[in-house]
């Protein structure tokens, strides 16, 4: 971490406290729901207007951050959070929860690319300062469900709190620590911008053929913990594919992303995603062959060890596709089809897997093969040559 400037290193550690944060309260968070008397259906439109304040509105916070600079918008969206997740501890009417998901999405839309088109244009070395920022998530993911379960003895409201209190330390850590930059002049309109960036066919070629990168991930949420499931008859073994999963991008993230920063990045990127959709062999093989948890733990290190490869790289290129100053809008473009796409991605397979397990690791198989011949084939076309430097 000494190799990168006193911003770069505070939103490193901002990531671990966001992450740890955020699933300190979410996963526990349709429990409450019920528990304050919301029907399934009450619970479904809360969990449903936060995911989509926040992944519908990427493109809005990308942009907010180019207009506005990444600072402001980093530290509105963690004041943003602060109050929404403070909401979710004191409120139990319709009206007070919704705008606490509404509050706590639109948080999100807003740091999530402004973080990244901070570190992107901080960022000596790109690849590696992204590389650290998925090492900080990882851990902000354990250590976050872990003090979760631990403050449920308590209240969930107290949960709620303490995650109201991580994200107004580090509101004020940004505030005072991130230094104020005017952002860039822009002579074009938000739209004009907007325009720009969803006619940028180079650009969308490289999103769309990443799409399966966000499908694939969300597998450790959905065909992960059903196979687990299906071969012990216990929920409570998931457990062990989220620590392969975290402790294998504990120890080797870094040093993956040295090995393979020696490759072109079009090539390092499509091993990446060929290695994550490989890795669903071992469930497919589940179905055959008598493992017991080998299968799902296999797939799952290989998915972590695929997205080690692959993630840095990905966030490396996205901000050298445009002009100098649209960083924020283009990470926002990538996150706004990427969450599209993961959604649709997840529902297809979800209705696979209630036809066919294996036929659903098989569809995993055949995204990340088909995504990594399309970047290999993009690469080709020197698609992938950035058109402003990406590591410098």
Sequence with gaps: MRRFPLPVRLLLVNQFGVNTGFY???????????????????????????????????????????????????????????????????????TVLLAASVLSGLAGALFNPAVRAYIAEESEDRAGAFALFNVYAQA??????????????????????????????????????LPARKAAPHESTVLDDWRESLADKRFLAFTVALTGMFVLQNQLYLVLPLEVERLTGS????????????????????????????????????????????????????????????????????LSLGVMIAHPFVYELIPAFGRAGLSGTYFGVFYLVSGL????????????????????????????????????WLHRRGVLTPTREAAR
Excluded: K
């Design 235 to 302: 929920a409570r073994a998931v457990a062990a594919v989220f620590l392969v999963s975290t402790v294998a991008t504990l120890v080797l993230q870094v040093r993956v992303t040295r090995w393979f920063g020696r490759m072109p990045r079009g090539r390092a990127i499509a091993v990446g995603m060929a290695v994550m959709g490989a890795g669903f062999t071992a469930t497919a093989l589940s179905h055959v062959w008598a493992g017991g948890l080998a299968g799902p733990l296999v797939a799952a290190f290989f």
């Design 140 to 177: 902000g993911a354990l250590v976050g469900p872990l003090l979760g379960s631990l403050l449920l003895l308590w209240d969930f409201r107290v949960s709620a709190l303490v995650a109201a209190g991580i994200f107004a330390v580090l509101t004020v850590a940004q505030a005072l620590v």
């Design 24 to 94: 300190l309260l979410i996963p526990y968070l349709a429990t409450h729901l019920g528990d304050v008397g919301l029907s399934a259906a009450a619970i479904g439109v809360v969990l449903g207007v936060r995911t989509f304040s926040q992944q519908g509105l990427f493109l809005l916070g990308g942009s907010a951050s180019d207009r506005l600079g990444p600072r402001r918008v980093i530290i509105a969206g963690c004041a943003l959070r602060t109050v929404g997740f403070g909401l979710f501890a004191i409120g139990e009417t319709m």
């Design 341 to 376: 796409a993961a959604t649709a991605g997840n529902a297809l397979v979800g209705w696979v897997f209630g036809v066919s397990g294996a036929a659903a690791s098989l569809v995993c198989v055949a995204v990340g093969l088909g995504c990594a011949a399309a970047v290999v």
